[in-house]
């Protein structure tokens, strides 16, 4: 698995401008997006729809490639791998948590979180995804297919998962969205729990400030431009304990 220097931050966007085709003519999505996220750093995403969250993600993830700037992660920079190597890449050091899930659904959860392992050629690709179902709670639905889950529950498939090769980097993309509040609420606290124990960085694009606060940085998007940037850890500092 790729390494981080220790003495840079884990990514960096540089000045990355997208602009994308439409009916209407070219679409400006990112306009000069700069953002650093230190090894082990937090930041949530926040802004209205259409600012550009979840095309930066899709952006570092290496799965859409900005029309200028630089965007390294973990020491590699994207913008010079062809579609193989991103790939490779993106098992090593990368893991993706979507709104919709996105498991396949003629694969039990056991086949769904293996098939990082597998395609990185892991020989322990089942029993490493066993142990993962276990940690988030579902090691009883181990050949339980999408279908037979709730949406909770496909949720943390997920989540074990994007966790299972030990990524650098969590992106997650409105995890909760499609999940009741109290459901929502379980499923972001084993995320934020994981992602502590592994010590992983993540990005997350959420529309609920609370849950953006329980990162380390909340950065605002806005028309495809980084336009404010808090520290959640001095806001919440300076909120008395009695009233936390």
């Known amino acids: 698995m790729p390494s981080a220097p220790s003495s840079d931050p884990l990514v960096l966007v540089d000045d990355v401008h997208l602009t994308l085709g439409s009916a209407a003519g070219p679409v400006n999505v990112l306009r000069g997006v700069s953002l650093q996220v230190a090894a082990g750093e937090s930041v949530g995403l926040v802004g209205p729809s259409g600012s550009g969250k979840t095309t930066l993600l899709m952006v570092l993830a290496g799965l859409e490639r900005p029309s200028a700037g630089r965007v390294t992660v973990a020491g590699q920079d994207l913008t010079t791998l062809d579609e193989d190597a991103?790939?490779?890449?993106?098992?090593?050091?990368?893991?993706?948590?979507?709104?919709?899930?996105?498991?396949?659904?003629?694969?039990?959860?056991?086949?769904?979180?293996?098939?990082?392992?597998?395609?990185?050629?892991?020989?322990?690709?089942?029993?490493?995804?066993?142990?993962?179902?276990?940690?988030?709670?579902?090691?009883?639905?181990?050949?339980?297919?999408?279908?037979?889950?709730?949406?909770?529950?496909?949720?943390?498939?997920?989540?074990?998962?994007?966790?299972?090769?030990?990524?650098l980097l969590l992106l997650a993309d409105e995890p909760t969205g499609n999940l009741d509040g109290a459901t929502g609420r379980v499923v972001m606290d084993l995320m934020f729990r994981l992602r502590e124990e592994h010590g992983t960085s993540l990005l997350l694009i959420t529309h609920d400030h609370e849950v953006a606060r329980r990162c380390d940085r909340v950065v605002t998007l806005a028309d495809g431009r980084i336009v404010g940037e808090e520290s959640s850890v001095a806001a919440r500092a300076a909120v008395p304990q009695e009233a936390r």
């Open 86 to 167: 991103l790939a490779r890449f993106r098992r090593g050091a990368i893991g993706i948590v979507f709104q919709s899930f996105h498991l396949v659904p003629t694969m039990n959860a056991l086949e769904n979180v293996a098939i990082p392992l597998e395609l990185a050629g892991r020989r322990d690709a089942f029993a490493a995804a066993r142990a993962g179902l276990d940690v988030v709670g579902l090691g009883a639905r181990l050949l339980h297919y999408p279908a037979q889950l709730s949406g909770g529950e496909q949720q943390r498939v997920a989540i074990a998962r994007a966790f299972v090769a030990a990524p």
